[in-house]
């Protein structure tokens, strides 16, 4: 309880000595009132509807009396716990010395608000404001904003805030309701909220944007809430003294408890602040929504277990731990310019395949050491360097390597050992004959090359054709491929020619026989100086059966099949069309969707509002099976 002095205002509760003085009042008469002023700290100036009954006893504390219809009441509060005063201590710097107190607050009513005020019966001056009541017509803007469809604005700004389900009305405008059409068919100014709600993308969302939220939905209603009155806007009132007031609120916070409409709709619990950033629980939806003021991050949770994260800049996570992510299906990562992976220590790639495809340039640079093992290991390249100090190759069964010229060259010497014999064979024109490796079933990709019928083609682009079909075509100069010149033999002749330069020679050691046959031709011997034979017998000319052996006849080597990297080659990853949404753009003209797309290995990329991919908004091609990158 409080006590009021009018020769003394102050917005201090009522000293705890002072409450005595009341505590026999009875409080038995009940008026209407309507709140002239707001004196703070719960406080109101009320002025009483009807006359003021002379035998009510006037202030104890003024002498003059109170016969006015104007007193100040203390507004009652649903919930206030406080410490008493008895049980505080002395002691300003000790927080238990202090009287704590808990307990809900509420912003005062705004002048002109009706409501009951409580009086006592021997004391006009103590009131208590015990609550208000809406003037018929009023509580569209209570808790929530609702819609409605009916609904009034300026030509420039119905233009601005093009929707097709409604808009967010304010209260009645009174004076422009003259009877002649039904109520609900008057037109409400549009409320500044639309404005924030286009700004989210939220305009034409029924769901997470508009609401039916309100007291006068239905009746009985099924709205649960309350709302703050929010900023002041620019109409004022002429108060009687000559001062002006502003009388306008544009809308603050609202919190809601919906149990739907008759129909089951907007079933929800919704807290929203004045600027549009909200908590949303969907019943009828199945949803929880979150987002910020300006629609620039939202975060959604459906009923079928999706979460859509959507940020119009960066998403930062950091853990000083571990973060684990762990998809039972398919993780799909993309970057629309850089991705970057780094590990302070050891990076492990594991999988049953593992596959990189590069559209451009693949770089490994391993500073340490590098190590590849695997079963098979083939390289499919245009030109291929090596560069090393030393290079050691253990090959456990035949090693066999084909060119079209094949120049070695070393800074000194050459040693070859075998374990049985070494041949060397010329003119052997069946190596001039290339197998094919070109693959009918696959695509080849720009600068990729081909042996076909015996010739070289390399891939000008991707090598299918246009349109639904995307058949290979096969090498053939034209727009697909050009052929690559063959190459020009370094050794025209066929002989087989050594030769030490002035300051080298030829030695042929041999712990057996040491023959020299020319099988359709001659054999010269010629030297600058002499010619020594030294043997246990010279013979010449005795015929071939005097020779102890013919030479051997060197085989030709066996014919290549060069092998491509794969059977069909690596193929890129298939994309999907995403629609995207500009909320820089115009409204009224585009609704903030673009004539753009983004092309994703994904099938759903989170947009700014509205996003024409949530799963409500369509349920089948939104499903577990419908979003598998992989399904066909």
């Known amino acids: 309880m409080a006590y009021f002095d009018r020769s003394g205002k102050s917005l201090l509760p009522t000293p705890y000595r002072k409450l005595g003085a009341?505590?026999?009042?009875?409080?038995?008469?009940?008026r209407v009132g309507r709140v002239k002023n707001s004196l703070g700290y719960g406080?109101?100036?009320?002025?009483?509807?009807?006359?003021?009954?002379?035998?009510?006893?006037?202030?104890?504390?003024?002498?003059?009396?109170?016969?006015?219809?104007?007193?100040?009441?203390?507004?009652?509060?649903?919930?206030?716990?406080?410490?008493?005063?008895?049980?505080?201590?002395?002691?300003?710097?000790?927080?238990?010395?202090?009287?704590?107190?808990?307990?809900?607050?509420?912003?005062?009513?705004?002048?002109?608000?009706?409501?009951?005020?409580?009086?006592?019966?021997?004391?006009?001056?103590?009131?208590?404001?015990l609550g208000a009541f809406p003037e018929p017509g009023i509580g569209n803007n209570i808790p929530d904003f609702a819609t409605r469809e009916y609904v009034g604005g300026s030509d420039e700004e119905m233009s601005e805030l093009a929707s097709t389900v409604g808009l967010p009305a304010g209260e009645m405008v009174k004076s422009s309701q003259d009877g002649s059409i039904a109520q609900e068919k008057y037109k409400n100014p549009v409320h500044p909220f639309a404005r924030t709600l286009r700004t989210q993308g939220l305009l034409v969302d029924t769901v997470r944007g508009q609401t039916s939220s309100s007291a006068k939905r239905e009746a009985p209603s099924r709205v649960l809430g309350f709302n703050t009155p929010g900023a002041t806007g620019t109409s004022t009132y002429l108060n009687p003294d000559g001062t002006e007031r502003t009388v306008t609120h544009l809308g603050g916070h609202t919190f809601t408890m919906d149990d739907g409409d008759l129909n089951g709709r907007n079933n929800l619990v919704r807290f929203r602040s004045s600027k549009g950033g909200q908590f949303l629980i969907h019943d009828t939806e199945e949803i929880i929504y979150i987002a910020t003021q300006n629609g620039n991050a939202w975060i959604e949770m459906t009923s079928d277990g999706k979460i859509d994260v959507y940020a119009r800049d960066s998403v930062s996570i950091h853990s000083t731990a571990d973060f684990n992510f762990r998809a039972d299906r398919d993780i799909n990562l993309e970057a629309g310019r850089n991705l970057n992976l780094k590990s302070v220590e050891r990076l492990?790639?594991?999988?049953?395949?593992?596959?990189?495809?590069?559209?451009s340039t693949f770089q490994i640079d391993a500073r340490g050491s590098f190590d590849l093992s695997a079963t098979d290991t083939r390289l499919l390249v245009g030109n291929l360097s090596v560069q090393s100090e030393n290079i050691d190759i253990t090959n456990k069964l035949n090693f066999k390597a084909k060119s079209s010229n094949l120049d070695l060259q070393t800074f000194y010497g050459i040693t070859a050992s075998a374990g049985t014999g070494i041949e060397i064979k010329t003119a052997n024109t069946a190596n001039q004959v290339w197998i094919n490796n070109y693959?009918?079933?696959?695509?080849?990709?720009?600068?990729?090359?081909?042996?076909?019928?015996?010739?070289f083609y390399r891939a000008l682009s991707k090598t299918t054709?246009?349109?639904?079909?995307?058949?290979?075509?096969?090498?053939?100069?034209?727009?697909?491929?050009?052929?690559?010149?063959?190459?020009?033999?370094?050794?025209?002749?066929?002989?087989?020619?050594?030769?030490?330069?002035?300051?080298?020679?030829?030695?042929?050691?041999?712990?057996s026989d040491v023959n020299v046959q020319s099988v359709t031709g001659k054999i010269d011997v010629r030297a600058t100086q002499n010619i020594h034979m030294d043997g246990l017998q010279i013979r010449l000319n005795e015929g071939a059966a005097g020779i102890s052996d013919l030479a051997v006849i060197a085989t030709p080597s066996t014919l290549l099949e060069p092998k491509p990297t794969t059977t069909l080659g690596l193929k890129a990853l298939s994309l999907f069309t995403n629609p995207t949404t500009d909320p820089d753009a115009d409204w009224a003209s585009t609704s903030y969707l673009t004539t753009e797309s983004t092309n994703s290995i994904m099938r759903r990329i989170p947009q700014h509002e509205p996003w024409s991919l949530h799963e409500g908004a369509d349920k089948e091609g939104t499903s577990k099976y419908s979003t598998d990158r992989e399904a066909e």
């Open 439 to 455: 693959n009918p079933g696959r695509t080849y990709e720009k600068g990729q090359s081909v042996i076909f019928a015996n010739q």
């Open 465 to 511: 054709a246009p349109g639904p079909a995307q058949a290979p075509i096969p090498p053939s100069p034209g727009l697909y491929w050009e052929l690559i010149p063959p190459a020009i033999p370094t050794v025209p002749h066929p002989n087989l020619v050594l030769d030490t330069n002035p300051l080298g020679k030829v030695q042929i050691s041999s712990f």
């Open 22 to 30: 009341f505590a026999d009042s009875i409080f038995t008469s009940l």
């Open 43 to 129: 406080k109101l100036t009320v002025v009483l509807d009807g006359p003021v009954p002379s035998s009510q006893n006037p202030n104890p504390n003024n002498a003059a009396g109170n016969r006015s219809s104007e007193i100040e009441c203390q507004m009652l509060l649903p919930y206030f716990s406080q410490k008493p005063a008895e049980a505080a201590g002395a002691d300003p710097t000790n927080f238990e010395d202090s009287q704590t107190a808990s307990g809900s607050a509420f912003p005062a009513p705004q002048p002109g608000t009706f409501g009951l005020i409580a009086l006592a019966e021997d004391n006009l001056n103590i009131g208590f404001w």
């Open 348 to 359: 492990h790639i594991e999988g049953e395949t593992t596959e990189f495809l590069a559209q």
